[in-house]
């Protein structure tokens, strides 16, 4: 059977915790990790953003 692919999206509080259920579930994997604040940060320092 495949894993479960997980996308966390924010890693306040519950994205660490759903990060670290995640880490010790045998059948699940992090397939992507979304953090708003620190992308936010980053489109003032530049003119554009590539999302992939």
């Known amino acids: 059977m495949q894993n479960v ?12 915790k759903v990060v670290e259920a995640v880490l010790q579930s045998p059948d699940m994997d992090i397939v ?6 620190h992308l936010l940060k980053m489109t003032k320092l530049t003119s554009f953003v590539l999302i992939m």
């Open 5 to 16: 692919k997980v996308a966390v999206v924010g890693f306040g509080n519950v994205g660490q």
């Open 32 to 37: 992507g990790l979304v953090e708003l604040e």
